[in-house]
């Protein structure tokens, strides 16, 4: 937060939410630079993924304040689907339309939400199948890849909206092993090439070496936000100490 | 055979009679249903509070009194249609509430990953209905409403107790004829069954073609 260049994109103040009587957002604050790659972290029902989706508001709070590059988060309609088009999200689960094929998943909301023309949306869609590596799967249909796979053609369909900010909830979680890394890798571009980024996961790997900033979450709370490296060599809390032992271990 | 080759014009108009109700309230109870399956899962409460109360007050009345409602209802408000026209709207608003059910069942059945993917995307709820969960909705709901259009074919015989002519309602200028009462009824039966297959048939071909289109 200290670089003279930081311009905050993605900015909570006073965030809450709970899910009957779990409050599952306390109190979060947060802000996120123009081409920062905040990476949170935490353990299971920490409120970590609620954070994420509460973002491009698919998950409603209570109070608070959440506002993207300085507009606050519309209502329910027009206006936050056009909001919502500028903050590119990728799931857990993929979520790739089921009935589209893979460059129809890509043009998709470019015909329907950017109106591009049908050649503007293929060539762009192309391109970017091109580059996570999946130009020869576009006439495939989901269903018939890999998950590895599916999850970057998610990828290339969020970021065919050319997005301000792309957010990231779990993306590696539901993947075997083998095939974390070939997302991870398309990620790690992504970081590289600046563009802003807020990632849920549980790979410490890609926190160390492409965030600029870890989020510790846990019951509710924001715990701890530092530099990646100070993080993982001195938790300044009881709890992250114990988070990290635990997931280190192996 | 005889009530048959005798009475053939009688049994065409009533089968005729029939076809067109079926179909023309068919067209109603669709468009209608999609619009109601529509407004109950929409993000605004009013529009589901409408859909709600459509279904629930439509659904749970019997037929024959929505036809007196409609018949001699709307004359009040000095709405004066012809029977015809009364009759596809009674038999198309009844038959819309199974279509909405019917679909919505369907939508049910789509993963909310999907439509968050879609407004994710900045896609609108019409969008997200119309483009990503409809058609995924669609493979799973032919079947039921096949049988619902079947049940509207042959809950249009109602409409002949209103002045509409239709297939059942040809038995009473037969019987008034002296013709035998078992075969004019085989005879109607028989006229239902080639329209209540012939819509059978269109179903299972509309299911063939979504399950092969992926």
Not at chain 1, 190 to 211: D, I, N, P, Q
Request: hydrophobic share 45%.
């Amino acid at each position: 937060m200290s670089t003279a260049a930081f311009t905050p994109l993605i900015e909570l103040a006073g965030v809450n939410k709970h899910y009957g009587r779990l409050h599952v957002l306390q109190d979060i604050d947060l802000t996120v630079g123009r081409g920062e790659v905040v990476v949170v972290i935490g353990p299971s029902g920490s409120g970590k993924s609620t954070l994420c989706r509460a973002i491009n508001r698919l998950e409603p709070v209570e109070s608070g304040t959440i506002t993207i590059d300085g507009v606050p988060l519309p209502e329910e309609g027009k206006g936050l689907a056009r909001l919502r088009a500028e903050v590119g999200m990728v799931f857990q689960s993929f979520n790739l339309f089921a009935h589209k094929t893979v460059l129809q998943n890509v043009t998709l909301a470019q015909l329907k939400v950017r109106k591009r023309t049908k050649s503007e949306a293929d060539r762009k869609a192309r391109d970017l199948l091109e580059r996570v590596g999946l130009a020869s799967q576009a006439d495939k249909y989901p269903a018939q890849l890999s998950g590895g796979q599916q999850q970057r053609v998610a990828i290339a369909r969020a970021l065919a909206m050319d997005p301000k900010a792309l957010l990231f909830d779990e993306p590696t979680s539901a993947l075997d092993p083998e095939m974390i890394n070939e997302v991870l890798d398309v990620m790690r571009g992504l970081a590289r090439e600046g563009m802003t980024m807020v990632v849920v996961t549980h790979e410490m790997g890609f926190a160390r070496a492409s965030a600029n900033r870890v989020v510790f979450m846990a019951d509710g709370r924001i715990l701890e936000d530092r530099k990646p490296e100070e993080f993982f060599s001195a938790p300044n809390t009881e709890r992250a100490r114990d988070f990290l032992s635990k997931i280190l271990k192996h | 055979m005889k009530v048959l080759t005798d009475n053939l014009s009688t049994y065409w108009h009533g089968f005729l009679g029939t076809l067109e109700l079926t179909v023309i309230s068919g067209v109603l109870a669709l468009l209608l249903g999609v619009l109601m399956a529509g407004f109950r899962v929409s993000p605004v409460r009013p529009l589901r509070a409408f859909g709600t109360g459509w279904v629930t007050v439509l659904r749970n009345t019997p037929l024959t009194l929505l036809f007196f409602v409609v018949v001699l209802g709307l004359p009040r408000f000095e709405i004066v249609l012809p029977f015809f026209t009364f009759a596809v709207l009674a038999l198309g608003c009844y038959t819309s509430a199974f279509v909405c059910e019917a679909l919505r069942s369907g939508i049910n059945t789509v993963p909310a990953g999907q439509g968050e993917a879609a407004r994710s995307l900045g896609m609108s709820f019409g969008q997200t209905l119309g483009v990503v969960v409809m058609p995924q909705a669609y493979r799973s709901v032919v079947a039921p409403i096949g049988s619902v259009m079947i049940a509207l074919a042959k809950n249009s015989a109602i409409a002949g107790s209103f002045s509409v002519t239709e297939l059942l309602g040809t038995y009473r200028t037969l019987n008034e004829l002296g013709y035998s009462i078992i075969w004019t009824f085989v005879w109607i039966a028989v006229g239902y069954l080639v329209i209540t297959l012939a819509i059978s048939a269109l179903f299972n071909l509309l299911e063939r073609r979504v399950a092969a289109s992926r």
